[in-house]
């Protein structure tokens, strides 16, 4: 478990990273930026999105930046 995207981005787990459960909403980079962050760096790394927000727009731009249902 990491505070913050940027700390596990700094960190050395990179390339043993299976799978990650991000929220849609995180202090500094939110999980959306980090999948961009992560896919400008070549790692294809699975992504579970959680989120209370109720903002229907996320959705979609998730979809259209790679996530399945």
Avoid: W, Y
């Avoid at 579970?48 to 399945?68: K, M, N, Y």
């Amino acid at each position: 478990m990491f505070s913050s995207p940027e700390e596990f981005l700094a960190s050395d787990c990179l390339d043993q990273t299976k799978c990650l459960v991000l929220d849609i909403a995180m202090a500094g980079m939110n999980g959306p930026d980090l999948q961009r962050e992560l896919t400008v760096r070549g790692r294809k790394i699975p992504i579970i999105f959680i989120t209370a927000s109720t903002d229907h727009t996320v959705r979609p731009q998730l979809l259209e930046q790679g996530a399945v249902e």
